[in-house]
């Protein structure tokens, strides 16, 4: 019983370079979103989906690109890595789609960018 | 947008005392309301919610929440706090995105130190 599963947990990357962060669920959920926590912001959304093949943004979407395959995955991808993405990422999951209800979160990804 | 606004950047108590942290929120409709904690280097779980029904809310580790429609609160409360309550407390709302799907939306979070 994993519940969210992120990886990596910790990665440094340079200005410019492109990388991407994985997420994946076993619970069958639904939902599945991206979350940014910066200190005395709390938690922005960056892009969420509803279902495979389905995805929209959020507050903060701007660097950040997603797809939806399969139920179980959604990878978060920055196309061209800056220092105002150096962040704490969670993944998120969720059973209801339109209530937002329980969520369960990964364990984090904590991103500096240099 | 719907919005919610933590007050307080930390609160302080000592063990064994009631515990109080605030939120107040801005909604248009009747508002789903959430309360999650963050401990040291995890991610978020889960506390209570609270969607309609009795406006006193019973969740995880002995926490509950009142529910003030009139106020436009949803403060979280505890009656008698404990040092391993220290954490970063998140309260957050149903909102909705462009394309009609819920999201929820965070308060900035606020860090309870509990004292021994």
């Known amino acids: 019983n994993a519940g969210v599963t992120q990886t990596p947990k910790f990665q440094v990357l340079k200005t410019g370079q492109s990388m991407t962060l994985q997420c994946a669920q076993d619970m069958n959920h639904e939902y599945m979103s991206w979350y940014r926590q910066d200190p005395g912001m709390g938690l922005r959304l960056i892009h969420y989906s509803v279902g495979a093949g389905i995805t929209d943004q959020g507050e903060v979407p701007n660097g950040y690109n997603v797809s939806r395959s399969t139920t179980e995955d959604f990878p978060l991808r920055l196309l061209s890595a800056a220092p105002s993405q150096t962040s704490v990422y969670f993944c998120?999951?969720?059973?209801?789609?339109?209530?937002?209800?329980?969520?369960?979160f990964g364990s984090g990804t904590r991103l500096t960018v240099v | 947008a719907q919005s919610v606004a933590q007050p307080e950047d930390q609160v302080n108590v000592a063990e064994g005392n009631p515990l109080t942290v605030k939120c107040t929120y801005s909604v248009s409709g009747n508002p789903y309301l959430f309360w999650y904690v963050q401990y040291p280097n995890r991610g978020l779980q889960f506390l209570l919610k609270y969607i309609t029904g009795d406006n006193l809310v019973k969740g995880s580790y002995g926490f509950e929440a009142e529910f003030n429609k009139s106020q436009t609160s949803f403060h979280l409360k505890k009656p008698s706090a404990l040092v391993s309550d220290s954490a970063l407390y998140f309260c957050?709302?149903?909102?909705?995105?462009?394309?009609?799907?819920?999201?929820?939306?965070f308060g900035k979070g606020t860090m309870l130190l509990v004292s021994p």
């Open positions: 957050a709302v149903r909102d909705w995105g462009n394309s009609g799907y819920s999201t929820l939306t």
């Open positions: 998120a999951s969720s059973t209801e789609s339109r209530g937002g209800y329980g969520y369960t």
